[in-house]
């Protein structure tokens, strides 16, 4: 929520490329976690602000990769798919844009990594 790419997700929209949200909970974020929106909107839905923000990003079409070693974490991450944010709700939580990534490599670090990247056998 803090970094929705609108703008990417217009471009690439006509492609029918979707947007994958590798640490979706930005990185367990306590600001983020703590958001009184996502609080607000659990309690109507009796869900937790993760369960909120992880349905956030369905909604708006992302694909969602939370990562949990976890059991309890794993299946609460899926008690996501019996609920739906309304109109007002995402744009409330629209509010949130920041603009800001969590995580950025530079473009030095992305071609050592990427050049010498071999598949494992």
Excluded at 10 to 18: I, P, V
Excluded at 22 to 29: A, I, K, M, N, R
Aim: net charge negative; no cysteine.
């Amino acid at each position: 929520p803090y970094y929705p790419q609108h703008e990417l997700r217009q471009k690439m929209r006509k492609y029918d490329t979707k947007i994958e949200a590798w640490y979706p909970l930005g990185h367990g974020d306590t600001q983020l976690l703590t958001e009184p929106i996502f609080a607000t909107i659990g309690q109507k839905y009796h869900k937790s602000p993760v369960q909120v923000i992880l349905r956030w990003h369905l909604q708006v079409g992302n694909i969602v990769l939370p990562k949990s070693e976890k059991p309890d974490h794993i299946r609460s991450n899926f008690d996501i798919f019996d609920f739906e944010l309304t109109n007002e709700e995402m744009a409330e939580i629209a509010k949130l844009d920041k603009n800001e990534r969590y995580f950025t490599m530079s473009f030095e670090d992305q071609e050592k990594n990427f050049s010498t990247f071999v598949p494992a056998d």
